[in-house]
């Protein structure tokens, strides 16, 4: 939760890169979404108008083409199943919960959303912060339900974060706080408890990070930016190297999850009717267990993988990139203006606060 001040301070710094960010993406979309053969682009527009800082994003296993979201910190207790056009097909309410500042949802093995009230955009200034587990619903209908509390603090003190992970297999929660220049990949207990205090120990760096996600078999991690995101095979409880991928040009991207598939990556953001991307993955860069779509052409030369970024660089959408996402002979001008109007306005922010 943000003060008044520095909550108009930080949206006012989002607002100018949104302004640019919208402009270039008007620009290089030309009005409409846009779909590759291979299904990349634009898959839904959220269109319920209660959903405008959606900011967390999680695959069902249980309803197949429905995805959950929730909203930043201005809203209630509230989780929303949406369908694969955007629409909303059920609410749920968490009875006896007052969401602080809620930033991601996560689906553990165990059919229990994870929903993560683990924002601290004042630098780190909350003792503990919260995880709420509630079963996912085996009928989508508009429900109260109740939720496990899980109290959260991290070994080396408090923190902002964005990203809640559960592993899929192990059931293990993650955690990757949020800081410019980067920060860190925090795991928690083999198993949370409900009654005592979960103490998240840091375990490897992670770039900036608005959100993260496992696959679905669990042997591939995505961190994602506003700009970016980063992949990395999953290999005894801890990350590998990591492979950049290209994100699409959101307005603030802040969402992110695997389809139920494991074939490709969804990418959301925040603003009324925001728009979900899908962003297929290479053969390289699917889970262990997703085997690669034969060629139908199996005279094309293979694609090439686009260069890594310079390092704190964001990536841009490039005219064949396979995330789907708008590109622009001017836009690479617009994002490095709209990057350094974030990072400004991020900095005037931890100085007043």
Same mark, same amino acid.
């Given at each position: 939760?943000?003060?008044?001040?520095?909550?108009?301070?930080?949206?006012?710094?989002?607002?100018? !890169?949104?302004?640019?960010?919208?402009?270039?993406?008007?620009?290089?979309?030309?009005?409409? $979404?846009?779909?590759?053969?291979?299904?990349?682009?634009?898959?839904?527009?959220?269109?319920?108008?209660?959903?405008?800082?959606?900011?967390?994003?999680?695959?069902?296993?249980?309803?197949?083409?429905?995805?959950?979201?929730?909203?930043?910190?201005?809203?209630?207790?509230?989780?929303?199943?949406?369908? !694969?056009?955007?629409?909303?097909?059920?609410?749920?309410?968490?009875?006896?919960?007052?969401?602080?500042?809620?930033?991601?949802? !996560?689906? *553990?093995?165990? *059919?229990?959303?994870?929903?993560?009230?683990?924002?601290?955009?004042?630098?780190?200034?909350?003792?503990?912060?919260?995880?709420?587990? @509630?079963?996912?619903?085996?009928?989508?209908?508009?429900?109260?339900?109740?939720?496990?509390?899980?109290?959260?603090?991290?070994?080396?003190? $408090?923190?902002?974060?964005?990203?809640?992970?559960?592993?899929?297999?192990?059931?293990?929660?993650?955690?990757?706080?949020?800081?410019?220049?980067?920060?860190?990949?925090?795991?928690?207990?083999?198993?949370?408890?409900?009654?005592?205090?979960?103490? @998240?120990?840091?375990?490897?760096?992670?770039?900036?990070?608005?959100?993260?996600?496992?696959? $679905?078999?669990?042997?591939?991690?995505?961190?994602?930016?506003?700009?970016?995101?980063?992949?990395?095979?999953?290999?005894?409880?801890?990350?590998?190297?990591?492979?950049?991928? !290209?994100?699409?040009?959101?307005?603030?991207?802040?969402?992110?999850?695997?389809?139920?598939?494991?074939?490709?990556?969804?990418?959301?953001?925040?603003?009324?009717?925001?728009?979900?991307?899908?962003?297929?993955?290479?053969?390289?860069?699917?889970?262990?267990?997703?085997?690669?779509?034969?060629?139908?052409?199996?005279?094309?030369?293979?694609?090439?993988?686009?260069?890594?970024?310079?390092?704190?660089?964001?990536?841009?959408?490039?005219?064949?990139?396979?995330?789907? *996402?708008?590109?622009?002979?001017?836009?690479?001008?617009?994002?490095?203006?709209?990057?350094?109007?974030?990072?400004?306005?991020?900095?005037?922010?931890?100085?007043?606060?």
């Amino acid at each position: 939760m943000r003060t008044d001040t520095a909550r108009e301070r930080y949206r006012g710094a989002v607002r100018a !890169s949104a302004v640019l960010l919208a402009a270039a993406c008007a620009v290089g979309a030309g009005g409409g $979404p846009a779909r590759a053969a291979d299904g990349a682009g634009e898959l839904f527009t959220l269109t319920d108008p209660r959903i405008t800082e959606s900011s967390g994003l999680a695959a069902s296993q249980a309803h197949p083409g429905v995805y959950w979201t929730h909203n930043d910190s201005d809203d209630g207790p509230y989780v929303y199943a949406v369908d !694969s056009e955007g629409r909303t097909v059920a609410t749920v309410t968490l009875r006896g919960v007052k969401p602080r500042d809620v930033e991601a949802i !996560s689906l *553990g093995p165990d *059919g229990r959303l994870c929903l993560g009230d683990i924002g601290d955009n004042l630098g780190g200034t909350w003792p503990e912060v919260w995880i709420y587990a @509630f079963a996912e619903p085996a009928e989508l209908r508009d429900q109260t339900v109740d939720a496990v509390r899980y109290r959260v603090r991290y070994e080396d003190g $408090p923190r902002d974060a964005e990203a809640l992970m559960v592993h899929p297999v192990t059931g293990r929660a993650y955690i990757a706080s949020k800081k410019q220049g980067g920060g860190g990949l925090y795991q928690g207990p083999e198993k949370l408890s409900a009654t005592g205090v979960n103490t @998240f120990r840091r375990i490897g760096d992670a770039p900036w990070t608005t959100d993260g996600a496992f696959s $679905p078999d669990g042997t591939r991690l995505v961190l994602r930016g506003y700009f970016s995101a980063t992949l990395y095979r999953w290999q005894d409880g801890a990350p590998g190297q990591p492979t950049p991928l !290209s994100a699409p040009l959101q307005r603030q991207g802040e969402s992110v999850t695997f389809t139920a598939d494991g074939r490709a990556l969804l990418y959301g953001s925040e603003g009324k009717g925001s728009p979900v991307w899908r962003s297929p993955l290479g053969d390289g860069q699917l889970p262990d267990t997703v085997q690669p779509v034969p060629s139908t052409s199996p005279s094309s030369p293979p694609a090439t993988a686009p260069a890594p970024p310079p390092s704190g660089a964001p990536a841009a959408a490039s005219a064949g990139d396979s995330s789907g *996402g708008p590109s622009n002979g001017a836009l690479g001008l617009l994002v490095v203006i709209a990057a350094v109007a974030a990072a400004a306005g991020l900095r005037r922010k931890r100085r007043s606060g």
